[in-house]
């Protein structure tokens, strides 16, 4: 454990250069104290379609990964997790965690785990005369954290964070395949601001319960 330690604290290091640029990207909190290591598992897209013209699963993935990368309180793990062992860990019961993950999963000493479980959209008029309604889009994702600091791993926070988001008529047709993820247009679309709220929810509750769990 402590070479793998050294090894990140050298990369750190190197990564720490363009941290004013990018976010607080070193191993070590302002304390001096090394920050909790994280690996982020692949999102599971489990509403059964795909949502977007592009990979929702990655979008969520990177987006999550961007978070962690630039936290003051949680180090990202680089190096990333496979699909079928996010799908390995999200199993109903939670006391059901492979006794050696832990060996599998390297430095890490959190693994986050995030599944879509629902977004759907539906109309709504603002009076009873009003023909020129929006809609609301309604997100739900279930996160859970595992914990290998023990011999035992142990999920330390399971819930279900939900978002809706109102989307007034304008906005009803955009036209996604033009205004997609990673383009600059796409943040202040309805679709964008609510996986960003999403996004920053789930990492804030992580961080909260990482360091209580520590």
């Known amino acids: 454990m402590k070479t793998v330690l050294f090894a990140l604290s050298i990369l750190s290091v190197i990564w720490t250069g363009c941290s004013r640029n990018c976010g607080d990207t070193s191993l070590y ?4 104290q090394i920050k909790p290591i994280v690996s ?21 993935t990177d987006e999550i990964r961007k978070k962690v990368f630039d936290s003051s309180k949680l180090y990202l793990l680089r190096e990333p ?6 799908q390995e860990l999200n199993i109903p019961n939670p006391m059901e965690i492979p006794m050696d993950l832990k060996s599998r999963m390297g430095p890490a000493e959190y693994v986050i785990i995030a599944e879509l479980i629902d977004q759907h959209q539906t109309p709504y008029q603002m009076g009873a005369r ?3 309604g929006g809609a609301v889009l309604y997100l739900a994702m279930r996160v859970r954290v595992i914990d290998l600091h023990k011999d035992k791993p142990s999920v330390i926070l399971q819930e279900i964070i939900d978002h809706e988001q109102v989307i007034a008529k304008p906005y009803l047709n955009i036209d996604y395949n033009k205004i997609s993820w990673g383009t600059e247009a796409y943040e202040s679309t309805p ?3 609510a996986h960003q709220k999403v996004v920053r ?8 319960y990482i360091i209580a769990a520590r």
């Open 130 to 132: 009003d023909e020129a």
């Open 40 to 60: 982020v598992m692949p999102v599971i897209n489990a509403t059964g379609q795909p949502l977007a013209v592009w990979d929702t699963s990655r979008e969520f």
């Open 201 to 208: 929810e789930l990492v804030a509750h992580v961080e909260n």
């Open 81 to 86: 997790g496979s699909m079928e062992l996010a």
């Open 29 to 32: 909190q302002r304390t001096g």
């Open 191 to 193: 679709l964008g601001m």
